[in-house]
């Protein structure tokens, strides 16, 4: 079983190459690194770090040098961080691991950036009212498939083996930005509702698709004036698949093919540079319909199906990978992260566990969650469990 840890850009600068490869290969022993390509913003506490224990991500920050040749005439542009000043992380991260014989993953987040949302509002999703989700970029807008094409390409050159690619689809909304507020309670389906992209692009999509999109923009608006103005307890319940006759439903559906088609376009993009598609499915069965999540579809799109198997015990890992199963995703063609933090894990027994668990399932590549937020004791824990 292939094993790596995630990790930031910003661990190997603090830390230094010795301290940090160090750390992965002599207390974790894994046989490889997931590396931040691009993120977005957060703060985090960072336990062991040496410079700093509090530290703010930018929004939207790339954390390698990007070649300007490559993005020349282009307005979607991954930005350097300025954490990583003159130097490419990336670069040294490739060298260290080819010396070292461990794998480079290039763990990137593609349309929820954060920056290029509010650089270039056009490129960011609508809801029914024209309202721009500034803090992600749809998938069914050219330029942002453009951008995911040539973003695979640039990593190529670092020797990465496989893309680990994180928000390759549409999100919700409540998805992640500072002091978001709802005073009034609006209930789930106001919330599905307010987080679907009516964009010029993907109404012409969900035509392409048979769907009625301006019809069912209007009942969309409709239906959210009414709740907007309803307390939700008392609003009438209308089950989303029956709103304007389902066409609602069929445009939700019509979503999914945008995304599908976007991961077989950066899929086919990195297999032409030697490279793997890793979708990373965080939710898992069930929970991505609304982001156009469909698992069969893109069990056959990418190269594997990456989730989270944060849990507390091996049982409850085993039950996340049967979902996937039954939705198409067979276990030999996924990877699992897990959480070696007390959080998730009593001790390095309960993490081998939850290891042995996934093997037995014939899944083929664990990964730990994350390197600069966990004690060392945690990487001690994985290179037991491990050994174990």
């Known amino acids: 079983m292939e094993s790596s840890v995630l990790a930031f850009a910003t661990d190997l600068i ?18 490889g690194v997931t590396l931040a390509s691009v993120y977005h913003e957060a703060r985090d506490v960072f336990p062991h770090n040496p ?10 920050a790339a954390y390698f040098r990007p070649d300007p040749s490559r993005w020349a005439g282009r307005r979607l542009t991954p930005a350097p961080s300025t954490a990583i000043g003159g130097r490419d992380p990336f670069a040294e991260a490739a060298d260290e691991a080819r010396r070292r014989g461990l794998k480079l993953h290039a763990w990137t987040v593609f349309c929820h950036n954060d920056r290029l949302g509010f650089q270039h509002p056009d490129c960011a999703p609508a809801n029914a009212f024209g309202d721009r989700h500034l803090t992600e970029l749809c998938p069914a807008n050219p330029e942002v498939r453009e951008y995911a094409v040539t973003l695979v390409a640039e990593l190529a050159r670092y020797g990465v083996d496989a893309i680990r690619a994180e928000s390759l689809h549409f999100h919700g909304l409540r998805h992640g930005y500072h002091h978001e507020r709802y005073f009034e309670e609006l209930g789930p389906l106001a919330e599905a509702l307010l987080g679907i992209c009516f964009c010029d692009h993907c109404r012409a999509n ?10 069912v923009r209007t009942a969309v608006r409709a239906e959210l004036r009414r709740r907007l103005t309803e307390e939700a307890a008392a609003a009438e319940p209308t089950p989303l698949d029956q709103l304007a006759g389902g066409a609602v439903a069929g445009y939700v559906d019509a979503s999914a093919l945008t995304v599908t088609s976007l991961a077989a376009e950066v899929a086919e993009a990195a297999e032409q540079h030697g490279m793997r598609l890793t979708f990373m499915d965080g939710g898992g069965p069930g929970t991505g319909w609304l982001s156009g999540i469909e698992l069969p579809a893109l069990a056959k799109a990418a190269h594997q199906i990456e ?5 507390k015990t091996p049982e409850a890992v085993r039950e996340k990978v049967a979902a996937f199963a039954l939705h198409g995703v067979r276990p030999e063609s996924m990877a699992v992260i897990l959480r070696p933090m007390a959080s998730d894990c009593d001790g390095p027994a309960n993490l081998a566990a939850k290891i042995e668990v996934l093997r037995s399932l014939g899944v083929p590549e664990v990964e730990f969650y994350n390197y600069g937020l966990m004690r060392l004791s945690s990487m001690d824990r994985i290179g037991a469990a491990l050994a174990g």
């Not at 940090?20 to 974790?28: E, P, V």
């Not at 989730?307 to 849990?311: F, I, K, R, S």
Request: aromatic share 10%; net charge negative.
């Open 14 to 31: 603090d830390e230094g190459a010795d301290t940090f490869f160090g750390n992965l290969t002599d207390r974790a022993g894994v046989g």
């Open 307 to 311: 989730t989270l198997g944060y849990a």
């Open 206 to 215: 969900a035509v392409r698709a048979g769907v009625p999109a301006e019809e």
């Open 51 to 60: 410079a700093r224990v509090v530290r703010y991500l930018e929004p939207g």
